[in-house]
């Protein structure tokens, strides 16, 4: 999604005689940019539901190797 939003960051004109000749928005680049960031946002909500669980599996008495 990354790479996405760099190509569409490369397409947009900020010249509003030019952006009126293309497809592509502000708005686009905006919903992009909030995709990622959601997208980015459940990544550190995943790392650390795992290092919950990690510690979880420590307090109960495994072996914190099972979880790797």
């Not at 928005?25 to 539901?49: F, L, S």
């Not at 599996?57 to 979880?67: A, C, E, M, N, V």
Request: proline letters at 1%; aromatic letters at 4%; zero cysteines.
């Amino acid at each position: 999604m990354q790479r996405e939003l760099g190509v569409l960051d490369v397409q947009y004109y900020n010249d509003p005689n030019k952006a009126l000749q293309q497809n592509l928005t502000r708005g686009d680049i905006n919903a992009k940019t909030a995709k990622i960031d959601a997208g980015k946002q459940a990544v550190e909500a995943d790392k650390q539901a795992i290092s919950d669980a990690e510690d979880e599996l420590r307090k109960s008495g495994g072996d914190i190797g099972w979880s790797r």
